[in-house]
């Protein structure tokens, strides 16, 4: 039953919770660590710095109110959004569209777990195309592979060679999307902006992101509607949230 997964789940919950209590703190400088690991600091020049921040962060220009009327949070919320109503979209119906193909659902249960591992490797590959490219680019990039692999995913109905290759492209790209409307925030806006920046710009990602089940599971259960067609428009957006990314400025506005 659903019972014992979700038993599992809320002891690592409470594990993790326990162990941000007494582990985390908001500063790495809290824990005695340099920024981004920089051992080329001193920790005296480390908590200077720190403390020089967080009295910017008093009398920022960037409040709430700014972060609302600025092009750059918006074009980072509908940019990175996206993201998260693709994965969304795809994960929710991933046994439905496998069993639409004719594989039993046990074998699509199967497909979906191992994706899943596929999905870590992707979440590292994300992390160093960013570091790679930056995360502008990166972000634009993991685009095109969307893009790709929906488009396989959408000739599957032609050859199931199609369709296996497209989950394992999809899976990956679930497993490193998420981390870039974060990541993004921070390029843009920087460290000690990041807070405000988050507040109003992660209310966007979700409420794009909520639109996933609907846009490819909701238009595929309609009468004459098919996954081809939810894929189809899933890629649109990704395209159009591509060219969102693009004009997302590579200067950092904030601090």
Known sequence: GFAPPYFVWAVICLIVLLMTIFFVRNNPEDKGFNPDNDKEMTAEKARALLEEGLEYEKTSEWTIK????TRHMWLIG???????????????????????????????ILLMSVTALVGLLGSYLCGWLDTRFGTRKAAILLYAWIVVGLILNILASHSMVFYYISIFM???????????????????????DFANAYRTTWPVVQI????????VGGLASKAGGSFEQSYLIVLVICVIAAVCTFFITKEKVGR
Do not use: D
Request: proline residues 3%.
């Open 78 to 108: 509908v940019g990175t959004g996206p993201f998260l109503l693709f994965s969304v979209g795809v994960m929710s119906t991933f046994v439905t569209r496998a069993v639409s193909l004719g594989i039993e659902q046990n074998i699509a």
């Open 208 to 215: 794009i992101g909520t639109f996933g089940f609907a846009v």
């Open 66 to 69: 700014k972060m609302l009327t």
């Open 170 to 192: 999809l899976a990956a790209a679930i497993g490193g999307a998420n981390n870039f409307p974060m990541s993004m925030i921070s390029s843009v806006f920087g460290r000690y």
